[in-house]
């Protein structure tokens, strides 16, 4: 199971970096401009904070000569080993066919349909990234198009990995990884709330008092 940020704030990077053992960054064109950054200097900060770990940048052409041009600068400017995001659209499927000929790095993005992420694996993405909320906005089943596409890669063994995106909250997290993602992108907020509300506040709360009633302001390790 990979946990992977969907930022591209250099101060949270930061922190959820200290705080998890997360696999990488994702990010896309929305997320990179909301940071009011130059684009390259801000990627290579990233890189700069998470080492060798995973990093995932979009295109953002229309054509697959575009496309392969962007793929080009960012690998020349960030590494071979950086993530093309790629739209799972025609263009796009063909971009990810050359991309892995030459040797490249894949994540098949936009994906709404268990259609869309098979195609893109038939051209060798390693990860395709279906969007759980979205889906779910346009009536798709989002839990069964995941266990959909995790039971077409496993039936023909295929090595693409689905990474679920796009979450408004944390039950749908745990429903994509529950349906058949190997790894979830969401925001550093949602993770947060995974291990932090008032229960959760009350019990170590409680913990304390307990402790405090019986060793005063002593720790463990002063006893």
Known sequence: MEIILDTANLEDIRRYNDIYDITGITSNPTILAKEKAEFFPLLLEIRSIIGEKQLHVQVTGSTCEEMLKEAEALTDRLGKDTYIKVPANEE????????????????????????????????????????????????????????????????????????????????????????????????????????????????????????????????????
């Open 92 to 223: 796009g499927i063909k971009t990810m066919k050359v991309l892995k000929s030459r040797g490249n790095r894949v994540t098949a993005t936009a994906i709404y349909m268990p259609q869309q992420a098979m195609l893109a694996a038939s051209v060798g993405a390693d990860y395709v990234a279906p969007y759980f909320n979205r889906m779910n906005n346009m009536n798709v089943d989002s839990k069964k198009a995941i266990g959909d596409m995790a039971w077409l890669f496993e039936h023909n063994q295929i090595q693409t990995k689905i990474v679920a995106a796009s979450f408004k909250n944390t039950q749908q997290v745990m429903d994509a990884l529950m349906a058949g993602a190997q790894a979830v992108t969401a925001s550093p907020e949602l993770y947060t709330q995974m291990v932090e509300n008032p229960m959760i506040d009350s019990a170590i709360a409680g913990f304390a008092a307990d402790w405090e009633a019986t060793y005063g302001d002593k720790r463990i390790y002063e006893l």
